[in-house]
């Protein structure tokens, strides 16, 4: 039986199902919660709602919400426990989302390298480069309808999730956006890579051009403090044009934890290696070889300073030097 027809077999069995995003959705986790959605209703599902934890911050991710008409709920607003069945996608651990952990999850699809939790039905491919890939599989074995509005979800979030196919895609997400291109709304796609900054995530931006350290070929930097959660990743993919700089590591205070966004095109570097061997001990962090990302608490950070602007420059210094230490350079930085 094939894994598809094995996720159908469950859904089959299923009356209610909560697909569970992680926090701060993307448009890979997105897509693929909006195809599994399609999947559960084509097999008996009679309820099915997509939640999403922390915030649509992202431009294009609340453009790609709103364009395509997706309906998602904030976690607050929706008792997860009282689902049936829950599916955590495009992420397959605690900690990654806002649901408590006594909530058991029946459907795990990702394709993040880690310790995925155990389930019915488990599928974690960390050779795949989206999760919106394997829904697209899985799509197409059960011979479920691909809707224009679901193709061009599925489109933009693959070319999203591999920034235009250059930070390692694979064979199989060419052969993905293949499948989903002549349904898509191509329009529609254009409006959402036209979508607007808005002024907080411009002001990060700028924020981290300024505060740039740089060491050989690395460089850190941060975004202040800031609500836009999805300017630290932004922030990153500019930083990495600067000339001669191949890694990146950005960070900033949201809320009340250090979120950190890395980014490295160095084939010597592993990112997510990096970020974990750098700050495993303090938070949640890993990812991929050329991208990753974390949440550390402030815990103790919070009592080191009396404001804002000493609290951010205790946590700059700690920050850069356990990041360059676990590339192993050493000596004065540049701007």
Do not use: W
């Amino acid at each position: 039986m094939s894994r598809a027809a094995e996720l159908a077999a469950v859904l089959e069995e299923t009356v209610s199902l909560a697909i569970v995003c992680h926090d701060n959705p993307d448009p890979d986790c997105l897509a693929s919660a909006l195809a599994l959605a399609e999947i559960a209703s084509a097999h008996g599902v009679e309820d099915v709602v997509i939640v999403y934890g922390g915030e649509i911050s992202h431009q294009q991710n609340r453009a790609f919400v709103n364009l395509l008409e997706i309906d998602v709920e904030a976690f607050e607003d929706v008792d997860v426990a009282g689902y049936e069945a829950s599916a955590f996608v495009d992420h397959s651990r605690y900690g990654a989302n806002t649901v408590s952990d006594a909530v058991d999850p029946t459907i795990v699809v990702d394709h993040h390298p880690g310790d995925p939790l155990g389930a019915p039905f488990v599928d974690v491919r960390v050779e795949y480069g989206a999760t919106a890939t394997i829904f697209v599989e899985y799509l197409l074995k059960l011979d479920v309808a691909i809707t224009e509005r679901l193709a061009s979800a599925l489109l933009f979030a693959l070319h999203r999730e591999r920034l235009d196919y250059i930070r390692e895609p694979t064979a199989r997400e060419y052969e993905a956006a293949l499948a989903v291109y002549p349904e898509a709304d191509l329009e529609v796609l254009d409006q959402l890579y036209g979508s607007a900054f808005s002024p907080a995530t411009i002001d990060a931006i700028g924020r981290a051009i300024t505060s740039r350290e740089r060491r050989g070929s690395s460089l850190v930097a941060n975004v202040g403090i800031t609500p836009e959660t999805d300017a630290l990743p932004q922030a990153a993919d500019y930083l990495l044009n600067l000339e001669g700089v191949d890694t990146v590591l950005v960070f900033g205070l949201v809320s009340d934890s250090i979120r950190i966004s890395g980014r490295s095109i160095d084939p010597r570097v592993h990112i997510g290696e990096t970020l974990e061997g750098a700050f495993g001990g303090l938070g949640a962090t890993g990812g991929h070889h050329d991208m990753a990302g974390g949440q550390i608490d402030l815990g103790l950070f919070g009592d080191e300073a009396d404001d804002d602007d000493a609290l951010l420059s205790f946590v700059s210094r700690r920050i850069s030097r356990r990041f360059f230490e676990a590339l192993n350079l050493d000596g004065d930085g540049e701007v």
